[in-house]
């Protein structure tokens, strides 16, 4: 410990600077708590701040969680350890906000959008307004046909949705449940459970004591949602999505993704328990609502981003499209073919099934049928009920979807 | 083994991990350095093969310690992980008590539950060292459990006890170095995150790379490594299904040194391509136009980095 106070006076400085960081990290929505603050100056005690970086890396280290959130450190690091102005912005976020952001000069990068807010925050009346604001960037849009607009789920009629949200508020999804490697005691089990029945020796005074039992516990596998929200799906993702709250929060394990001409990832948003919240930030994060639909290309990135992160354990794959592809099906069968391979069973509903003389035309539908293990309408709640059925109905070998779909059109 | 004392800055975990054959960025030292100097445990994730299991082995031999392994698998219980009782002998215990006619319930039950009949699985061997001196824990491929078992790791991490009912808490004397990997085959739960020191194991660059393949395959050639590094490089670098990790590029140098190469050629690439790539798709997409294209880029780059030297 140094006694000289200048020293002393740069040390407490940086213990300020480097709480001020942190808090400027939580407030652009990394899980930050007090017992990292103090983690984060343990480190930075430890490594010293001679070099930059490790001092970057010993902060890192300490307040990220996840590969994703790497980038949002980075670019806050960058902005608050070299910026010459540091002090000034600190000041600003210490101070009451004042309306409006401070101008700044024309050679300064823009802040990243949630770091930006995150160091002035909008106050609450002003959030109101900013959401009601409807300028459409569209420098990012992958093709006139993605229209970047938000979903308006306030259209619905009132009666209509409180009718809609009733009866999909109590639809269950019933998948079938399978043994894992964990055991339970039971009284008709399949194995000695031994540690109890020596519990029971002991007291049993030298008397023959009955054997213990235990079987294998069951369990539902992960399911995985990925959705069509394209122009051609519209009409039933508004309905599906209240679904997919629904068996989102009726269990765990539940991903869900929707795709149009990219694709999201909204478990998080979903997993809200109030149904209104939840779409509303689905809304927010999805920006290809009602456009194109590019499903080999969707697929595809599902595959490689996503696939080993969430397939473990014998995941249940829902793939909820009509397969009317933009792309005319190219290279869909190849990724069709992939994630039929890494999953336990792949179940395909298809809203155009409702019609009884649909025929698998459409180049998307036929590069895709091979490889589904069931192939179901979804285009109203009786045949989201009739679901529960199909799941309980054990699996087939592959391609036994797409006869029995060919003789059921003969027939 | 005499144990090592800790280093004392991140240089020094630098150099101790390359002393022992672990090329490692600065990035990756500084959280080794902060897990040993902070005592937490160091949670490592990354795709397959880049090195995180290796971690874990050279810090147990560099600071003179045992490693105590755990591989983690669908379903793993507390009597795979941690301990068990020893049934068989309790059962003999028992009979014997019996034959002898002296059997009180509360003697009994106390002599049969007691560390002689404990047998000892790795989280208590790591609690509760042989040699006394706090080994390195490694808990590898955390993914591949279920949540229950992440949940019970929980207590072990923070306090570095187990509690078994029949004995109460077992406490660590001296808490194990502890490092966790996981592939990322699902996510792990924050509340174990959130104990640890969280770093993103990444491919290395070039230079590493070539450190890594001339120390662990002394046999090949320099210019066959140089252009076996480049061609890997240009390879992670493609839209790929699994890319080659390091343990990938090791192997396939090493199958290089094999069939006595000390060139690559557009047909041993062909050839050898299964060492380096893992999954038809991406073998197939490596046509031998590209894999032309490739080998002679490698070439090139190595050839300019030996008229440099």
């Known amino acids: 410990m140094s006694t000289s106070p200048t020293r002393l006076f740069a040390r407490e400085r940086l213990a300020d600077n480097v709480l001020h960081f942190c808090r400027v990290l939580r407030a652009a929505g990394l899980p930050v708590g007090p017992a990292k603050v103090i983690a984060a100056l343990e480190a930075v005690e430890a490594v010293g701040v001679e070099r930059r970086?490790?001092?970057?890396?010993?902060?890192?280290?300490?307040?990220?969680?996840?590969?994703?959130?790497?980038?949002?450190?980075?670019?806050?690091?960058?902005?608050?350890?070299?910026?010459?102005?540091?002090?000034?912005?600190?000041?600003?976020?210490?101070?009451?906000?004042?309306?409006?952001?401070?101008?700044?000069?024309?050679?300064?990068?823009?802040?990243?959008?949630?770091?930006?807010?995150?160091?002035s925050p909008v106050r609450r009346g002003d959030r109101e307004l900013y959401d009601q604001e409807t300028t459409i960037d569209a420098a990012f849009t992958?093709?006139?046909?993605?229209?970047?607009?938000?979903?308006?789920?306030?259209?619905?009629?009132?009666?209509?949705?409180?009718?809609?949200?009733?009866?999909?508020?109590?639809?269950?999804?019933?998948?079938?449940?399978?043994?894992?490697?964990?055991?339970?005691?039971?009284?008709?089990?399949?194995?000695?459970?031994?540690?109890?029945?020596?519990?029971?020796?002991?007291?049993?005074?030298?008397?023959?004591?009955?054997?213990?039992?235990?079987?294998?516990?069951?369990?539902?596998?992960?399911?995985?949602?990925?959705?069509?929200?394209?122009?051609?799906?519209?009409?039933?993702?508004?309905?599906?999505?209240?679904?997919?709250?629904?068996?989102?929060?009726?269990?765990?394990?539940?991903?869900?993704?929707l795709f149009g001409t990219r694709l999201t990832n909204i478990t998080r948003h979903l997993r809200r328990r109030d149904v209104d919240i939840a779409l509303a930030r689905v809304s927010a994060a999805v920006s290809d609502w009602a456009g194109g639909t590019r499903i080999g290309a969707c697929l595809a990135q599902f595959n490689r981003r996503w696939s080993r992160r969430l397939l473990g354990q014998g995941a249940v794959v829902l793939l909820i499209s009509d397969g009317l592809d933009s792309d005319v099906g190219q290279g869909l069968s190849r990724e069709m073919e992939r994630l039929?391979?890494?999953?336990?069973r792949l179940i395909w509903l298809n809203p155009l099934l409702r019609y009884d003389k649909f025929e698998a035309r459409p180049a998307g539908i036929r590069a895709m049928l091979p490889f589904v293990d069931d192939f179901l309408p979804v285009h109203n709640l009786d045949s989201l009920k009739q679901l529960a059925g199909a799941f309980a109905r054990p699996r087939m070998p592959r391609g036994r979807a797409e006869a029995e779909f060919a003789a059921g059109l003969g027939a | 083994m005499t144990t090592a004392s800790l280093p004392a800055s991140v240089d020094a975990a630098l150099a101790l991990l390359e002393q022992h054959d672990y090329f490692a960025d600065r990035r990756l030292a500084t959280s080794v350095f902060l897990a040993l100097k902070m005592r937490r445990p160091l949670f490592l994730e990354g795709e397959a093969g880049v090195g995180k299991t290796e971690i874990a082995k050279v810090l147990a031999r560099s600071l003179g310690r045992s490693l105590v392994r755990l591989q983690c698998y669908e379903g793993l219980d507390t009597a795979s992980a941690v301990y068990e009782w020893n049934y068989p002998r309790q059962m003999i215990e028992i009979r014997l008590a019996e034959a002898q006619g002296k059997i009180d319930r509360e003697t009994l039950a106390s002599n049969i539950f007691t560390e002689r009949f404990l047998i000892r699985r790795p989280i208590l061997q790591a609690l509760e060292p042989a040699d006394g001196i706090a080994p390195v824990l490694l808990i590898d491929e955390l993914d591949r459990t279920d949540e229950p078992f992440e949940?019970?790791?929980?207590?072990?991490?923070?306090?570095?006890?187990?509690?078994?009912?029949?004995?109460?808490?077992?406490?660590?004397?001296?808490?194990?170095?502890?490092?966790?990997?996981?592939?990322?085959?699902?996510?792990?739960?924050?509340?174990?995150?959130?104990?640890?020191?969280?770093?993103?194991?990444?491919?290395?660059?070039?230079?590493?790379?070539?450190?890594?393949?001339?120390?662990?395959?002394?046999?090949?050639?320099?210019?066959?490594?140089?252009?076996?590094?480049?061609?890997?490089?240009?390879?992670?670098?493609?839209?790929?299904?699994?890319?080659?990790?390091?343990?990938?590029?090791?192997?396939?140098?090493?199958?290089?040194?094999?069939?006595?190469?000390?060139?690559?050629?557009?047909?041993?690439?062909?050839?050898?391509?299964?060492?380096?790539?893992?999954?038809?798709?991406?073998?197939?997409?490596?046509?031998?136009?590209?894999?032309?294209?490739?080998?002679?880029?490698?070439?090139?780059?190595?050839?300019?980095?030996?008229?440099?030297?």
């Open chain 1, 142 to 257: 992958f093709s006139p046909r993605e229209v970047l607009q938000s979903k308006d789920f306030e259209t619905m009629s009132a009666a209509e949705l409180a009718e809609v949200k009733r009866m999909i508020a109590q639809l269950r999804l019933p998948l079938p449940e399978l043994p894992i490697r964990r055991n339970v005691p039971a009284d008709r089990g399949t194995a000695i459970d031994l540690r109890a029945t020596l519990r029971a020796m002991t007291s049993a005074r030298g008397a023959v004591v009955p054997l213990e039992w235990r079987r294998r516990r069951h369990r539902s596998p992960p399911l995985v949602v990925l959705c069509d929200i394209s122009g051609s799906m519209d009409r039933y993702a508004r309905m599906l999505l209240f679904f997919l709250h629904a068996i989102t929060n009726d269990r765990d394990r539940v991903h869900t993704l």
């Open chain 1, 53 to 119: 970086d490790d001092f970057r890396a010993a902060l890192e280290s300490v307040l990220i969680e996840r590969h994703e959130q790497r980038t949002l450190f980075d670019q806050a690091f960058e902005l608050f350890w070299r910026n010459p102005r540091l002090l000034e912005r600190m000041m600003q976020l210490l101070l009451p906000k004042v309306y409006g952001r401070t101008p700044r000069s024309e050679t300064e990068a823009p802040l990243p959008a949630r770091l930006a807010e995150a160091l």
């Open chain 2, 151 to 309: 949940a019970y790791l929980l207590e072990v991490l923070a306090e570095y006890q187990v509690t078994i009912p029949e004995l109460g808490a077992i406490r660590a004397k001296e808490p194990p170095i502890v490092v966790i990997t996981s592939n990322r085959t699902r996510e792990i739960h924050d509340a174990i995150k959130r104990r640890c020191l969280y770093h993103w194991v990444d491919y290395p660059n070039a230079e590493r790379e070539l450190a890594i393949v001339r120390r662990k395959v002394p046999g090949a050639d320099v210019r066959l490594s140089r252009e076996v590094v480049a061609f890997t490089q240009r390879v992670r670098g493609m839209d790929l299904f699994k890319s080659p990790g390091i343990a990938e590029t090791l192997d396939w140098a090493e199958a290089l040194v094999a069939l006595d190469r000390i060139r690559l050629d557009p047909e041993t690439v062909a050839n050898t391509l299964g060492a380096l790539l893992k999954y038809q798709d991406d073998i197939g997409a490596i046509t031998p136009e590209v894999a032309t294209r490739l080998v002679a880029e490698a070439h090139a780059e190595a050839a300019a980095i030996d008229a440099a030297s």
């Open chain 1, 340 to 344: 039929a391979k890494s999953c336990r």
